[in-house]
């Protein structure tokens, strides 16, 4: 039991599963953001442009409700398609988001990559070491005689 224990400490301590926990939350509150984004801006804005209908409430009744004497005895059965139809905006704008972080994030990439090309690049074109002007081979030979001398 204590391995197990120390197995999953060291599983949820990787900095990878911290990163993905901190990436279902803030997409947990993204989606929040979105939901009501398509259902208090969008669906009513469209729902304007089609003549003033609520499309959250918009239904195809499959079976009307029965009722006798007032009360509701079998339940309408209808599909939702004002709700489906919210949904799929809110799945699209979702998909769109991730999208341009995805495409962003590879553009960054590249450009790190790029540059880190053009700095190998650089490096190798450049000489290791000056070649040594006439002064100094003249000083290196001095030093050189100097120290035999000693």
Same mark, same amino acid.
């Given at each position: 039991m204590k391995k197990i224990a120390k197995e999953f400490r060291d599983f949820i301590t990787r900095g990878n599963v911290l990163d993905m926990a901190v990436g279902v939350?803030?997409?947990?509150?993204?989606? *929040?953001?979105?939901?009501? @984004?398509?259902?208090?801006?969008?669906?009513?804005?469209?729902?304007?442009?089609?003549?003033?209908?609520?499309?959250?409430? @918009?239904?195809?009744?499959l079976s009307p409700a029965v009722t006798e004497n007032g009360e509701v005895v079998k339940e309408a059965v209808t599909l939702g398609i004002g709700t489906f139809i919210a949904t799929i905006i809110d799945f699209l704008l979702v #998909?769109?988001?991730?999208?341009?972080?995805? /495409? #962003?994030?590879? *553009? #960054?990439?590249?450009?790190?990559?790029k540059r880190k090309k053009e700095a190998e690049a650089? !490096?190798? !074109? #450049?000489?290791?070491?000056?070649?040594?002007? *006439?002064?100094?081979?003249? @000083?290196?030979?001095?030093?050189?005689? @100097? /120290?035999?001398? /000693?």
């Open positions: 939350i803030i997409g947990g509150a993204f989606g *929040k953001i979105t939901t009501s @984004l398509v259902n208090d801006v969008f669906m009513p804005f469209i729902g304007w442009i089609f003549g003033d209908i609520d499309l959250s409430q @918009l239904n195809i009744i #998909a769109l988001c991730i999208f341009l972080v995805v /495409k #962003a994030f590879n *553009k #960054a990439r590249a450009l790190s990559e650089e !490096a190798e !074109a #450049a000489p290791a070491e000056p070649e040594p002007t *006439k002064e100094e081979l003249l @000083l290196a030979e001095i030093r050189d005689l @100097l /120290k035999e001398k /000693k």
